[in-house]
């Protein structure tokens, strides 16, 4: 484990990430601007693809970092069988839950039931599939949906705020289960499909299409939310939610149907819309 993961144990993740919040939602131009500029030269932002490329123009930095493509930046995949890749990142991880298992890093895993927050709710993915997609700081922080599917029920698992780097995902034990995180549960055509949006330092905030801001505020407990009967359908490539800086998004999938793309592994850069996977 390096030193900064070491570190990170004894940090006060909420109090950090609160700073950071209070920092990102600032209108203040000199701290916005420093801020825009310092994460656009340090991890070589592409504006030329946002809807709006003058960094000059965004009053907080929150609206920069949560800012939107221009129409076409990126399309969905053109096979109709195709699930999308949700997010521009890079693949942590993905393959099939084993014994109810999903894979972390060399040494590292973690229960579905521990991710998804209970067992009940994660017996229909045993045998199933996950892919784990990193975002960057210098990526597009909008989330969209793999498939069609129909809001059923969303969970706020609350916990650390660790990173979720390289570093952090290679030293810290169950990371994905122990950060702060929205479960949403969606019912497709092919049955369940779950998407995770996890939390890490500094990144405290995660907003949905349907309810605005989910994380803040923090919790002690577990929260659902019951949308059955609600009628929240989200088309596949459609927005779901956004992140508020760098973090993760794990989809999980039932057993039997789909296979990933054969030219995804670990560690490959992804664009939001590429085939992930592929309905048998």
């Not at 993740?13 to 209070?22: P, Q, T, V």
């Not at 994460?39 to 929150?62: G, I, Q």
């Not at 990371?175 to 779950?194: I, K, Q, W, Y």
């Not at 949006?197 to 995660?206: K, P």
């Amino acid at each position: 484990m390096s030193l900064t993961t070491a570190l990170t144990y004894a940090l006060p993740h909420r109090l950090l990430s609160s700073m950071a919040r209070s920092l990102a939602y600032s209108d203040d131009p000199r701290v916005s601007r420093w801020l825009i500029d310092t994460v656009t030269r340090k991890f070589n932002v592409n504006l030329d693809e946002a809807a709006n490329p003058d960094p000059r123009s965004y009053s907080t930095f929150n609206q920069f970092f949560t800012r939107a493509l221009k129409p076409g930046a990126r399309v969905a995949d053109a096979d109709p069988r195709s699930l999308v890749m949700p997010a521009d990142g890079r693949i942590s991880q993905l393959g099939r839950i084993e014994a109810g298992r999903i894979f972390q890093a060399k040494g590292q895993s973690f229960t579905a039931a521990e991710l998804l927050g209970g067992a009940e709710d994660a017996k229909p993915y045993n045998d199933g599939l996950y892919a784990t997609v990193y975002l960057s700081p210098r990526d597009y922080h909008r989330v969209h949906m793999p498939w069609t599917g129909t809001l059923r029920e969303t969970v706020h698992v609350p916990g650390r705020l660790f990173s979720v780097g390289p570093a952090a995902v290679n030293g810290v034990p169950r990371l994905f289960a122990r950060n702060e995180r929205l479960v949403c549960h969606f019912d497709t055509s092919f049955g369940p499909m779950v998407s995770v949006m996890v939390g890490a330092l500094l990144v405290s905030g995660v907003e949905t299409v349907w309810s605005g801001e989910e994380i803040p505020h923090y919790g002690d407990r577990i929260t659902r939310k019951d949308y059955r009967g609600q009628g929240i359908r989200l088309e596949r490539f459609a927005e779901m939610a956004r992140f508020n800086y760098g973090s993760t998004v794990i989809v999980l999938l039932p057993p039997g149907v789909a296979e990933f793309a054969p030219q995804l592994g670990a560690e490959s850069p992804v664009q939001l819309g590429q085939a992930l996977a592929k309905l048998r």
